[in-house]
T-cell receptor, first 112, second 113 residues
Framework: DVKVTQSSRYLVKRTGEKVFLECVQD?????MFWYRQDPGLGLRLIYF???????EKGDIPEGYSVSREKKERFSLILESASTNQTSMYLC???????????FGEGSRLTVL | AQSVTQLGSHVSVSEGALVLLRCNYS??????LFWYVQYPNQGLQLLLK??????LVKGINGFEAEFKKSETSFHLTKPSAHMSDAAEYFC???????????FGTGTSLTVIP
């Protein structure tokens, strides 16, 4: 069964802490994405990557960075967490140009 | 850029009634279209997709959607709602040959016993 795995389902961090969210896919997909989901705002794209070491900014990249050192792994980094980054974070992957996103279970981050 | 509009952020139906969730997209070129479902505290799961084959697309759990180019719509329907259909539903679009996806803001479906 195809799978996108996010390392942490629930995290609680303090303001100013560095936060790593890890995502691994086992489908050999070229594309990987990080979305943020907030009530009433739907899914907003933070960053995506279409190849190893490649990254593109999405709609809301401020305050975030990403790393893709291996094809199967895409990490989202919050250098200095703030309370307005409290949210659900969703990782997804897709094959190049053929559509259909596969999602992980999500990581719910609370920043105090 | 593409945009997706889902009319109605909350929809309530009685168990056994018709489910209709609306989605309109903005594109001069027919894109690929998707409906995803999200159950509480879970990720999104694909319900169905349109990729320029038949305009009426059947998905999982008895859902279907019809692509209407003239109306730029891709509404989701199910003839008879079940309690287990209560969830958040998202419409999404991507350009053919593109890699970026654009999502609607979601519709929360409540099923009343």
């Amino acid at each position: 069964d195809v799978k996108v795995t996010q390392s942490s389902r629930y995290l609680v961090k303090r303001t100013g802490e560095k936060v790593f969210l890890e995502c691994v896919q086992d489908m050999d997909h070229e594309n990987m994405f990080w979305y943020r989901q907030d009530p009433g705002l739907g899914l907003r794209l933070i960053y995506f990557s279409y190849d190893v070491k490649m990254k593109e900014k999405g709609d809301i990249p401020e305050g975030y960075s990403v790393s893709r050192e291996k094809k199967e792994r895409f990490s989202l980094i919050l250098e200095s967490a703030s309370t307005n980054q409290t949210s659900m974070y969703l990782c997804a992957s897709s094959r190049q140009y053929t559509g259909e996103l596969f999602f992980g279970e999500g990581s719910r981050l609370t920043v105090l | 850029a593409q945009s997706v509009t889902q009319l109605g952020s909350h929809v309530s139906v009685s168990e056994g009634a018709l489910v209709l969730l609306r989605c309109n997209y903005s594109s001069s070129v027919p894109p690929y279209l998707f409906w995803y479902v999200q159950y509480p505290n879970q990720g999104l799961q694909l319900l169905l997709k349109y990729t320029s084959a038949a305009t009426l697309v059947k998905g999982i759990n008895g859902f279907e959607a019809e692509f209407k180019k003239s109306e730029t719509s891709f509404h989701l329907t199910k003839p008879s709602a079940h309690m287990s259909d209560a969830a958040e539903y998202f419409c999404a679009v991507t350009e053919i040959g593109g890699n970026q996806f654009y999502f609607g803001t979601g519709t929360s479906l409540t099923v009343i016993p």
